[in-house]
């Protein structure tokens, strides 16, 4: 019997239940949670949001809390052997998942049955589970290889894949499924899922490509893994795990890790090898254990931390830079300064050393404002100002740079920018006090500050001076106030809307361009050139806006950096107005595969000037992808670009932190948007190191031409901790590699590697004279 077969045997046993008699389990085939008294629940889904009417269990793949309402039911489980747990708390939503323990949740307005049973769980008893042997989901396509004609609905859009719809794609369809980046995709060889997520996926000669959008692709995602087995016939599409699919599962992890390491002893790549022929030889041994087990529970335990240090052994094999942005975005919620530290340390475990902190959402700032008081305004968010941060009192933003800065990670101001509400949430304070301030749509005749018609966002009239004015003046206080490295632009721009819907009809704006064309913007008409050129004066007063913020900006600190996130679209095509202002551009990259993200990164390079910081921006945590999916994409996105910005914090998951720690983030590294000169100086200080220490012992590099090359490396190190580097420096390294190339002196993969490093640091040096003013 080969080693699939024997794993899947003992894990069949485990999957249907072995904690209780076999018939029981056996008489449905769904996820059970048995109480200490045996009353049982049936599960109604794992890590799904919508917990209505039904049990949800959360783990923590999901994210360090449940996300879900307040008034929901929630029990807190802490493991304690293999499938059985205690019972450590009972509360409401958004409950913390500890970290390999559960929550069981049910929403506001479910059965009472489900109720019930959660809250008579007493605190201490002990609950077990059950699982069928065989998961089993299936929906019905709306097309495979579709066409405008055979799949209508899907004709106007990418791939001919329509809202909320499932497609199948098979080789007669293309090479991939020219879909785009909001959905998900399932890629199956030989019926086997061999590759999770991301848009236009490549379609396999030995397979097919299922494609689904909206509650599709909740479909996908929610029951594929890798190793689940797809079939398609007539049109029906059958997701299945059963013990094949863990078995498939794990091999494939040893897999990719066996390949990642070897590539890493060929290429002579600097990772912790010891470390990740540790983890693969434990995953291989867990493997063989569960092979030989009898005890089906046990059997199951062994494959599954095989597969764990499977992942672990592919993180130890990665290269973790040394010079990278690694950048989150947080909306803070703390209310107490050990809430504080508990976060950071959870992105100190990550590797992140710079935290994006929204400063400014809802209208209100985090922190205790002057400016705020000064205008008649509230002074601090309402969430923070009982807050009790020690020292800081009820500051959080202070209380974030202190802590953040003990744990080597800088600040920046992450702003809601004229974005000031949500219809929600009632009026803006700013529009109480001064209702002449919010930005007017067409459609509004009711002459009372009213949400967008689209988002049901409110927003300021950034076309009015005295609006323009008021946010100067709390962004300068931001920066004078405190430590901020910099601060990032979200919304400095008014929706992009046709011309019903369109923005600009206060009635102070409509005086202003009054004054400037003579014209009232409210008899202007569809389509002609005086509409455009009113269009144009709204643009021409969001990039004023801009200009002053950069020059005041630059004024208190030339290192201080102004950034924007443009998402793909008109607001992609309108950053290059900024061109001069903007020191760093993150691109909004929302797709999970090399081409998607690339392909947003490239096209918004395009856009703007050499010396321009580029990092890019990725929805992992946001999308709750697993922590390999989390790896891959910052592999992705960090590709090309001087760094990685993640959205957002608030949904990552342990796991995903533990893999990010290990692998890509493993090492500290200095951030080139911050300090470009200490980025190069770490780089080339690395280099040297590698260069001692792998390359000319391994006889990857020639011994003389080496030393030469290291002694040259050594003097630029100085020179760039003494901000004296130039660019003709960085060139004649760029030369020395040239000529150790021609005379067969290094291998071809290690001159690739060295001459990619010269090439970043020419582009920070460049970015520290044309933006800091080196």
């Given at each position: 019997?080969?080693?699939?077969?024997?794993?899947?045997?003992?894990?069949s046993?485990?999957?249907?239940?072995?904690?209780?008699?076999m018939q029981?389990?056996?008489?449905?085939?769904v996820?059970?949670?048995?109480?200490?008294?045996g009353d049982?629940?049936?599960?109604?889904?794992i890590?799904?949001?919508?917990?209505?009417?039904?049990?949800?269990?959360?783990?923590?793949q999901?994210?360090?809390?449940?996300?879900?309402?307040?008034?929901?039911?929630?029990v807190v489980?802490?493991?304690?052997?293999?499938?059985?747990?205690?019972?450590?708390?009972?509360?409401?939503?958004?409950s913390?998942?500890?970290?390999?323990?559960?929550?069981?949740s049910?929403?506001?307005d479910?059965?009472?049955?489900?109720?019930?049973f959660?809250?008579?769980l007493?605190?201490?008893?002990?609950?077990?589970?059950?699982?069928?042997?065989?998961?089993?989901e299936?929906?019905?396509?709306?097309?495979?290889?579709?066409t405008?004609?055979?799949n209508?609905?899907?004709?106007?859009?990418?791939?001919f894949?329509g809202p909320?719809?499932?497609i199948v794609y098979?080789?007669?369809?293309?090479?991939?499924?020219?879909t785009?980046v909001?959905g998900?995709?399932?890629?199956?060889e030989?019926?086997?899922?061999?590759?999770l997520?991301?848009?236009?996926?490549?379609i396999p000669?030995?397979?097919?490509?299922v494609s689904?959008?909206g509650v599709?692709?909740?479909?996908?995602?929610?029951?594929?893994?890798?190793?689940?087995?797809v079939?398609v016939?007539?049109?029906?599409?059958?997701i299945?795990?059963?013990?094949?699919?863990?078995?498939?599962?794990?091999e494939?992890?040893?897999?990719?890790?066996?390949?990642?390491?070897s590539?890493?002893?060929?290429?002579?790549?600097?990772?912790?090898l010891d470390?990740?022929?540790?983890?693969?030889r434990?995953?291989?041994?867990?493997?063989?254990?569960a092979?030989?087990?009898?005890d089906?529970?046990i059997?199951?335990?062994?494959?599954?931390?095989?597969?764990?240090?499977?992942?672990?052994?592919y993180?130890y094999s990665?290269d973790?830079?040394?010079?990278?942005?690694?950048a989150?975005?947080?909306?803070p919620?703390?209310?107490?300064?050990?809430?504080?530290?508990?976060v950071?340390?959870r992105?100190?475990?990550?590797?992140?050393?710079a935290?994006y902190l929204e400063t400014?959402?809802?209208?209100?700032?985090?922190?205790?404002?002057a400016?705020?008081?000064?205008?008649?305004?509230?002074?601090?968010?309402?969430n923070f100002?009982?807050?009790?941060?020690g020292e800081?009192g009820t500051?959080?933003?202070?209380a974030?740079?202190?802590?953040?800065?003990?744990?080597?990670?800088?600040?920046?101001a992450?702003?809601?920018?004229f974005?000031?509400g949500?219809?929600s949430?009632?009026?803006?304070?700013?529009?109480?006090?001064?209702?002449?301030?919010?930005?007017?749509?067409?459609?509004?005749?009711?002459?009372?500050?009213a949400?967008?018609t689209?988002s049901?966002?409110?927003?300021?009239?950034?076309?009015?001076?005295?609006?323009q004015?008021?946010?100067?003046?709390l962004y300068?206080e931001m920066?004078?106030?405190?430590?901020?490295?910099?601060?990032n632009?979200?919304?400095m721009?008014?929706?992009h809307?046709?011309?019903d819907?369109?923005?600009?009809?206060?009635?102070?704006?409509?005086?202003l361009?009054?004054?400037?064309s003579?014209?009232?913007?409210i008899?202007l008409?569809k389509?002609?050139p005086?509409w455009?050129?009113?269009?144009?004066?709204?643009?021409e007063?969001?990039?004023?806006?801009?200009?002053k913020?950069h020059?005041?900006?630059?004024?208190?600190d030339?290192?201080?950096?102004?950034?924007?996130?443009?998402?793909?679209?008109?607001e992609?095509?309108?950053?290059s107005?900024?061109?001069?202002?903007?020191?760093?551009?993150?691109?909004q990259a929302?797709?999970?595969?090399?081409?998607?993200?690339?392909?947003?990164?490239?096209?918004s390079?395009?856009?703007?000037?050499e010396?321009t910081?580029?990092?890019?921006?990725i929805y992992?945590?946001?999308h709750?992808?697993?922590?390999?999916a989390?790896?891959?994409?910052?592999?992705?996105?960090?590709?090309?670009?001087s760094?990685?910005?993640?959205?957002?914090?608030?949904?990552?998951?342990?796991p995903?932190v533990?893999?990010l720690?290990?692998?890509?983030?493993?090492?500290?590294?200095?951030n080139?948007?911050?300090?470009?000169l200490?980025?190069?100086?770490?780089?080339l200080?690395?280099?040297?190191?590698?260069?001692?220490?792998?390359?000319?012992?391994q006889?990857a590099?020639?011994?003389?031409?080496?030393?030469?090359?290291?002694?040259?490396?050594?003097r630029?190190e100085?020179?760039a901790?003494?901000q004296?580097l130039?660019?003709?420096?960085?060139?004649?390294?760029?030369q020395?590699?040239?000529v150790?190339?021609?005379?067969?002196?290094l291998?071809?993969?290690?001159?690739?590697?060295?001459?990619?490093?010269?090439a970043?640091?020419?582009q920070w040096?460049?970015?520290?004279?044309?933006?800091q003013?080196?």
């Amino acid at each position: 019997m080969n080693k699939r077969n024997v794993v899947g045997t003992a894990l069949s046993l485990t999957l249907l239940g072995s904690l209780l008699p076999m018939q029981g389990a056996a008489a449905e085939e769904v996820m059970k949670v048995i109480d200490a008294s045996g009353d049982e629940m049936r599960v109604g889904g794992i890590n799904k949001l919508a917990n209505q009417q039904q049990l949800i269990i959360f783990n923590d793949q999901f994210s360090y809390y449940t996300e879900t309402n307040p008034a929901s039911t929630e029990v807190v489980l802490e493991k304690v052997g293999i499938n059985t747990y205690t019972v450590a708390e009972k509360r409401g939503g958004n409950s913390p998942i500890p970290e390999n323990g559960l929550v069981l949740s049910t929403g506001k307005d479910t059965t009472e049955a489900v109720t019930s049973f959660l809250r008579q769980l007493e605190i201490g008893e002990r609950v077990m589970f059950e699982e069928p042997v065989v998961k089993q989901e299936e929906r019905t396509a709306n097309a495979v290889d579709p066409t405008r004609s055979s799949n209508p609905d899907g004709a106007p859009f990418d791939g001919f894949r329509g809202p909320d719809q499932l497609i199948v794609y098979t080789p007669a369809f293309g090479e991939s499924t020219k879909t785009n980046v909001y959905g998900y995709e399932i890629t199956v060889e030989d019926g086997y899922v061999t590759k999770l997520g991301g848009g236009n996926s490549s379609i396999p000669d030995n397979g097919f490509v299922v494609s689904g959008h909206g509650v599709s692709s909740a479909f996908l995602s929610g029951n594929s893994i890798i190793g689940a087995k797809v079939d398609v016939t007539d049109g029906v599409v059958t997701i299945m795990q059963d013990v094949d699919s863990y078995a498939f599962q794990s091999e494939k992890a040893i897999e990719k890790a066996e390949q990642s390491i070897s590539k890493a002893r060929a290429e002579w790549i600097d990772v912790p090898l010891d470390l990740a022929d540790e983890a693969l030889r434990s995953a291989r041994t867990y493997l063989d254990q569960a092979n030989a087990e009898s005890d089906p529970v046990i059997a199951l335990d062994a494959v599954r931390q095989a597969t764990q240090l499977a992942y672990d052994a592919y993180y130890y094999s990665i290269d973790s830079g040394v010079a990278e942005q690694r950048a989150v975005w947080h909306r803070p919620k703390e209310s107490t300064l050990t809430g504080v530290e508990t976060v950071l340390d959870r992105m100190e475990k990550a590797g992140f050393n710079a935290v994006y902190l929204e400063t400014t959402f809802w209208g209100y700032p985090i922190y205790p404002s002057a400016v705020q008081e000064q205008y008649g305004l509230p002074a601090q968010h309402p969430n923070f100002k009982n807050g009790d941060f020690g020292e800081h009192g009820t500051d959080i933003l202070a209380a974030y740079i202190a802590k953040a800065k003990e744990r080597g990670m800088t600040v920046h101001a992450w702003t809601d920018g004229f974005m000031v509400g949500e219809a929600s949430l009632g009026v803006p304070s700013q529009f109480k006090q001064y209702p002449e301030w919010a930005a007017v749509q067409r459609t509004n005749t009711t002459g009372q500050p009213a949400p967008d018609t689209s988002s049901r966002y409110y927003w300021l009239d950034m076309m009015q001076p005295e609006v323009q004015d008021y946010m100067l003046a709390l962004y300068e206080e931001m920066e004078s106030t405190y430590d901020i490295k910099g601060l990032n632009i979200d919304y400095m721009r008014l929706p992009h809307h046709g011309f019903d819907k369109a923005y600009g009809f206060s009635e102070p704006t409509r005086a202003l361009y009054k004054q400037v064309s003579g014209i009232d913007p409210i008899d202007l008409k569809k389509d002609t050139p005086e509409w455009e050129a009113f269009q144009a004066w709204i643009r021409e007063r969001e990039n004023e806006f801009v200009a002053k913020l950069h020059d005041i900006s630059k004024q208190n600190d030339a290192k201080f950096m102004l950034t924007a996130t443009p998402e793909p679209g008109a607001e992609e095509v309108y950053i290059s107005d900024w061109k001069e202002d903007i020191d760093a551009v993150i691109p909004q990259a929302y797709g999970h595969d090399f081409n998607s993200i690339q392909k947003t990164v490239q096209a918004s390079k395009k856009l703007m000037p050499e010396g321009t910081m580029y990092f890019t921006g990725i929805y992992s945590f946001y999308h709750h992808l697993n922590e390999g999916a989390v790896v891959d994409d910052v592999l992705s996105a960090k590709f090309g670009t001087s760094g990685v910005n993640m959205f957002a914090f608030g949904q990552a998951s342990a796991p995903s932190v533990d893999a990010l720690g290990k692998g890509p983030w493993r090492e500290t590294a200095v951030n080139p948007g911050e300090e470009p000169l200490l980025a190069i100086e770490a780089l080339l200080k690395d280099t040297r190191r590698e260069m001692n220490s792998l390359y000319m012992p391994q006889g990857a590099m020639d011994k003389k031409a080496g030393r030469a090359l290291a002694k040259e490396i050594q003097r630029l190190e100085k020179a760039a901790r003494k901000q004296s580097l130039n660019l003709e420096d960085v060139q004649r390294i760029e030369q020395s590699l040239d000529v150790m190339k021609t005379n067969d002196q290094l291998e071809p993969v290690l001159y690739d590697r060295l001459q990619s490093r010269t090439a970043d640091m020419k582009q920070w040096l460049q970015y520290a004279i044309e933006r800091q003013g080196l």
